[in-house]
């Protein structure tokens, strides 16, 4: 494992491993996912009303998250933290408005924070009292997979593997050092079987209770890796997909076969993952709601996008809602650019594959059917100095699709050949 930001890891080996095998019904549902090519994933949950970086400054051994401490002493951080469940109060969210955001701005799939390592449940989970709807009696998760699905937006659950509120993992008076449980599971099996049971009955709800679902992303990879900490992955999958067959697994930064596709975080690999992969990147600095924080630039996403698609990735980019449950204005404004470029180049994006034997300085290629598309930065867009190779005898006509916004930081071009583009590869 490597560590890169403090709240980052990453496992070179598993980075860039193979697939063991893959099922029919497996693959055909990997070549769904490569087709969307974009989604959103949304973190949301007390840390949204704190104000911090999700749910990090509980744990004792990540000072970097404490810089600027929430609360001067850790205990009082922990009490003052989960006690915001009692205020927790998102009575602006609206679903249906969070649905046409996403429809609008392309996203073809969307993923929502069911849990994150602080253990507060952003649905009604039976197995803990510490969830949105004991509070407010409201089921967030499923308004908001009920919304999504309604404007055929593919749904995903994000769900952190651990659990700081859980006495299974932290136990009650222990002093656990950082993120991983309090205890050694080795040392005690019977409390490590009751975590496991607590997770797969959390993962069982949210796969059999909300409808469709096409992607577990599951967090907290030192679960599963480290400290023995090892739940029975096979058995849960398997009663996972006894309801969910088509739902792509994402046991990120495991490897082997409950890892469906890799997910570099905040960067666009060096080594191209052998494996389906999705580059996820958050729109601001902090993946949840941090007041006054910066924000990227709509120049910088559409790079990012452009860069990953054309090696054939996906890209997921992230957006923290306010406590209320309103979505920021600096993140929608980011969006509604972005669905007004994919507009005119959607074409060049969806259901497109990387030609990685194309290369040429400043261009990104796509290719789809009989087609070939290729995007530059506007200081770099000179169709006329496109080098194709072996693909120039095969154009039968080109389309500057930049004419209708000539202003746009990246343009394209929309190139029909007279093969499908794969069967001259």
């Not at 975590?195 to 993962?203: A, G, I, S, T, Y």
């Not at 994402?250 to 076969?257: E, L, N, P, Y």
Request: charged share 25%; with cysteine; glycine share 6%.
């Amino acid at each position: 494992m490597k560590k890169i930001r403090q709240d980052i890891v990453e496992n070179q080996k598993t980075a860039v491993e193979e697939y063991a095998s893959l099922t029919n019904s497996q693959k055909q549902q990997l070549r769904w996912f490569q087709d969307q090519k974009i989604g959103v994933i949304f973190h949301w949950g007390l840390y949204s009303a704190a104000g911090i970086v999700e749910s990090w400054q509980l744990s004792k051994e990540d000072t970097w998250a404490r810089k600027k401490p929430w609360r001067n002493d850790l205990t009082t951080l922990r009490h003052d933290y989960w006690n915001l469940a009692k205020a927790f109060n998102p009575a602006k969210f609206d679903p249906e408005k969070w649905a046409t955001e996403v429809q609008k701005a392309g996203f073809r799939y969307a993923i929502f924070t069911t849990k994150h390592h602080d253990g507060f449940n952003m649905y009604a989970t039976q197995q803990s009292d510490f969830n949105v709807t004991h509070y407010t009696g409201k089921d967030l998760f499923h308004e908001f997979a009920k919304s999504l699905t309604a404007h055929n937006v593919a749904v995903g659950a994000y769900y952190s593997k651990a659990d700081w509120h859980c006495p299974y993992y932290w136990t009650p008076g222990s002093d656990p050092r950082g993120r991983y449980a309090s205890y050694d599971p080795l040392s005690n099996p019977q409390l490590w079987k009751k975590f496991n049971d607590f997770v797969k009955k959390q993962l069982l709800e949210i796969t059999r209770n909300y409808g469709k679902i096409d992607i577990l992303w599951l967090d907290g990879g030192w679960v599963n890796s480290e400290h023995h900490e090892f739940l029975d992955m096979d058995r849960i999958v398997s009663q996972i997909k006894q309801t969910q067959p088509q739902i792509l697994v994402v046991d990120r930064t495991i490897g082997g076969k409950h890892e469906d596709y890799v997910t570099p975080e905040r960067k666009i690999p060096d080594v191209i993952p052998h494996k389906v992969w999705e580059s996820n990147l958050p729109l601001a600095k902090n993946w949840g709601y941090v007041p006054n924080d910066v924000y990227k630039t709509f120049p910088e996403i559409l790079h990012y996008l452009v860069k990953i698609v054309s090696l054939g990735g996906n890209v997921i980019l992230g957006i923290g809602p306010k406590p209320d449950g309103t979505l920021p204005t600096p993140a929608l404004k980011l969006i509604r650019q972005l669905g007004k470029w994919l507009a005119t180049y959607g074409g060049g994006i969806y259901g497109t594959r990387a030609l990685p034997n194309l290369k040429q300085t400043n261009w990104y290629f796509t290719a789809k059917d009989h087609f070939l598309y290729a995007f530059a930065e506007k200081k770099y867009f000179r169709p006329q100095d496109l080098q194709l190779g072996i693909f120039t005898t095969h154009v039968l006509n080109r389309q500057d699709l930049s004419t209708q916004n000539p202003d746009d930081p990246i343009l394209g071009l929309k190139i029909t050949m007279d093969k499908n583009v794969t069967e001259l590869i």
